[in-house]
């Protein structure tokens, strides 16, 4: 898995957008970039992949940079239940590929 | 969505009995489970992967005897941590994958809180 780097924390004022970073400069030409959230004392919860192409779905846009070596998470409109660790991985897509999560971004929304 | 269920979402057991979890993906058959621990403030940590029909693969550290995982059928696996101890109080949680290769994605149980007193 390539290895990702994320800020430990963000705060982000509700009903803005929330920008969550991450380095991946590692990353290789098969391996997707996924995004997951840990609301406290839950289980992770998908939020979306990608590979080269920018994608979106309802929940959070993902933006990768053209040498793949970062991408942004993007929450359009964040809500008090937004608050969660957000986790970057980079694993190559093949069915039974471990997932190993790192520290993650602690993201706070401020009422 | 894929769902993947867990059970008993928390347990309190004696300290040298032995507890057993349950993991259930509820709409797709998974050939492959991931078990993980969390402890407070920490990220998951992967401890072993579950095969259907084979032996458990641990990771570096993680006693086999002791974290017993079988995988008996394509939507159930169970984790059992034997003897029990305060220090494997933690936050289990499985994860399985539906589907191989393209697209596919992760799904992860509601996870459960052992506490070992």
């Known amino acids: 898995d390539a290895k990702t780097t994320q800020p430990p924390s963000m705060d982000c004022a509700e009903g803005r957008a929330a920008n969550l970073p991450c380095n991946h400069s590692?990353?290789?030409?098969?391996?997707?970039v996924y995004w997951y959230r840990q609301i406290h004392s839950q289980g992770p919860q998908y939020i979306i992949h990608?590979?080269?192409n920018n994608e979106t779905n309802e929940m959070a846009s993902l933006i990768i940079t053209e040498d793949r070596k970062s991408s942004t998470l993007i929450l359009p409109h964040a809500t008090l239940r937004d608050t969660a660790v957000y986790y970057c991985i980079g694993i190559a897509n093949f069915g039974n590929e471990k997932l190993t999560f790192g520290t993650g971004t602690r993201l706070t929304i401020i009422p | 969505g894929a769902v993947v269920s867990q059970h008993p979402s928390w347990v309190i057991c004696k300290s040298g009995t032995s507890v057993k979890i349950e993991c259930r993906s509820l709409?797709?058959?998974?050939?492959?489970m991931f078990w993980y621990r969390q402890f407070p403030k920490q990220s998951l940590m992967l401890m072993a992967t579950s095969n259907e029909g084979s032996k458990a693969t641990y990771e570096q550290g993680v006693e086999k005897d002791k974290f017993l995982i079988n995988h008996a059928s394509l939507t159930l696996s169970t984790l059992t941590v034997t003897s029990a101890h305060p220090e494997d109080s933690s936050f289990y949680i499985c994860?399985?994958?539906?589907?191989?290769?393209?697209?596919?994605?992760?799904?992860f149980g509601q996870g459960t809180r052992l506490t070992v007193v």
């Open positions: 590692t990353i290789s030409g098969n391996e997707y």
């Open positions: 709409d797709f058959q998974a050939t492959t």
């Open positions: 990608g590979l080269k």
């Open positions: 994860s399985a994958r539906d589907g191989a290769g393209l697209g596919s994605e992760a799904f």
